[in-house]
């Protein structure tokens, strides 16, 4: 198969795990025999200091050229103070609305190895496995007015949705239930928010077409305290952009790190952009210690959704939960008795395991 990816590898340890995503993605396409070519571009802080905006005219035409966009992270103290059109955080919300990548995916896994690298109870943490489905391009984070105003001395955000686009990350969660445990649990604020007072309708409106969907209302608040202290009880969360943004965070405290999370952000046709959950990291930036595997995983995120190659993506994800089996870890993560390893070694050895795994998948189709 022949694909044509974008890396955007933006800032701070953006740019170490794209590297990592990059050997990966080598060694599929020589294991698979696909031809993988990549074109980076800039996005964010870089972008700012080389284009002079956060997202450059040529990095949208690039991203919408291509079949696929890996990303790494955006920010940094560097930029904080410039005003907010040219935030770098500005690049990744631009992106996401140019391409309409509507619907985030974002699994949380507990890998058994991670057990006692959570602070949470281990009978707590012990088999999580939930699905947040956030929606990307609208509410508080893309509402307008949002400014300052009387001379500073106030300020107004706007959140802002529309029946359509609720419905369709809606539609999108009952499909992801569907695929999975068959039970969605809606997320919102409909006690106090007339945002989510549509959201919660549409919920109940939409059941009617998936009847084989377990369908549960939890209010944001109560929601946060659930997702650490039962989350057993999570199969797929849908929720609106910034509930999503902060819930998933929290849900990275089950798996042990941020630096397990990886995410999906789709549009209809199948076109995505990969990026991990976690930020550019600048407090552990250039120091070759950020965990690689939730930009790994977001790679195998991108063989599935966008070029259906589940065999791919299943082996990337095999050789991450066998490299953590083995007791390898980043510094993120604590592991009893494990061996603490930075960037470029936990990324050899998911490649080498690509490597000899495929192999051995090989020799044994022989016998078949
Ligand atoms: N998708 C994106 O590009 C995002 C960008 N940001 C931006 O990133 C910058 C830093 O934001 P923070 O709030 O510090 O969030 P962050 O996610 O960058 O870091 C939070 C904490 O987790 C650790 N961490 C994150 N990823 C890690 C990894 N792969 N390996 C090991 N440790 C990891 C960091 O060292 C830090 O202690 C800000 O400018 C923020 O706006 C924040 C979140 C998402
Ligand atoms: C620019 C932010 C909304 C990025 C972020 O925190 C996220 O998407 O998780
Ligand atoms: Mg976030």
Redesign the pocket.
């Known amino acids: 198969m022949k694909k044509h990816i974008v890396l955007l590898p933006g800032d701070g340890i953006g740019a170490e795990v794209i590297q990592s995503a990059k050997q990966v993605l080598w060694a599929i396409a020589e294991e698979f025999n696909h031809e993988f070519t990549f074109e980076s571009r800039d996005i964010g802080g870089t972008a700012v200091d080389t284009h002079g905006t956060p997202l450059p005219d040529e990095t949208v035409a690039a991203c919408q050229q291509a079949d696929a966009i890996l990303l790494g992270a955006v920010g940094g103290p560097k930029w904080d103070s410039l005003p907010s059109h040219l935030r770098p955080?500005k690049g990744?919300?631009g992106i996401r609305k140019a391409l309409n990548l509507f619907a985030n995916l974002r699994p949380v896994k507990g890998y058994p190895k991670l057990l006692h690298a959570s602070p949470l109870k281990e009978e707590v943490v012990k088999g999580s496995d939930l699905l947040i489905v956030r929606e990307l391009i609208g509410g508080l984070?893309f509402g307008t007015p949002s400014e300052r105003r009387d001379k500073g001395q106030s300020v107004v955000d706007t959140l802002a949705y529309s029946r359509q686009e609720i419905t369709q990350i809606v539609d999108k969660a009952f499909k992801s239930a569907q695929l999975r445990r068959h039970h969605l649990t809606s997320v919102d604020k409909a006690n106090v928010l007339e945002s989510s007072k549509l959201w919660r309708e549409i919920v109940e409106e939409k059941k009617a077409d998936y009847p084989d969907v377990k369908v549960d209302h939890l209010l944001v608040d109560a929601a946060a305290m659930k997702l650490i202290t039962n989350p057993g009880q999570f199969d797929v969360i849908v929720t609106e952009n910034m509930f999503g943004?902060i819930l998933?965070d929290e849900a990275s405290v089950l798996t042990g790190s941020l630096g397990m999370l990886p995410s999906a952000s789709l549009r209809e046709d199948g076109v995505g952009l990969y990026e991990p959950?976690h930020?550019s990291a600048p407090d552990i930036a250039g120091q070759g210690i950020a965990n690689p595997l939730a930009m790994i995983l977001s790679t195998a995120l991108m063989l599935r959704h966008s070029f259906q190659l589940e065999d791919e993506a299943h082996l990337i994800e095999t050789a991450v939960q066998a490299v953590l089996d083995d007791g390898y870890h980043t510094a993120d993560l604590q592991i009893p008795d494990g061996q603490k390893i930075g960037t470029s070694h936990m990324t050899a050895l998911i490649v080498e395991l690509i490597k000899s795994q495929s192999a051995t998948k090989s020799i044994l189709n022989c016998y078949v």
Do not use: R
């Open positions: 955080e990744l919300l984070y943004d998933s959950v930020g």
